[in-house]
Nanobody, 122 residues
């Protein structure tokens, strides 16, 4: 079973930046990030296939968040800039093992991380 280890997150003021990282214990083709606030559904925000440079973003984070990958390290990172209070959520790393990748496909992820909290204050 693939395990996903997340790091990063924390608290920051609006307009600030944070970076999240997720390392997989084994190679998986598609990795990305979701977020969830209490009482709402988990939403996908970014995805990328390891070994590629084509990212997928939700409109809510385009232009502010950047997802990157390091295939050798089996790691994806999410650089979050211009953070807003509405970005506050529990952020989850997700991974899918087949040969296709998109934010929509990653909603049916095979593996999930434990989650890391991001809090943006005004």
């Amino acid at each position: 079973r693939v395990q996903l280890s997340e790091s990063g997150g924390g608290s920051v003021q609006a307009g600030g930046s944070l970076e999240l990282s997720c390392q997989a214990s084994e190679y998986v083709y598609c990795m990305g990030w979701f977020r969830q606030v209490p009482g709402k559904e988990r939403e996908g925000i970014a995805a990328i296939a390891l070994g590629t440079v084509v990212p997928y973003y939700d409109d809510s984070v385009k232009g502010r968040f950047t997802i990157s990958q390091d295939k050798a390290k089996k790691t994806v990172s999410l650089q979050m800039s211009a953070l807003r209070p509405e970005d506050s959520a529990m952020y989850y790393c997700a991974a899918r093992g087949d040969d296709y990748c998109s934010l929509r496909l990653l909603k049916a992820a095979d593996y999930w991380g434990q989650g890391t909290q991001v809090t943006v204050s005004t």
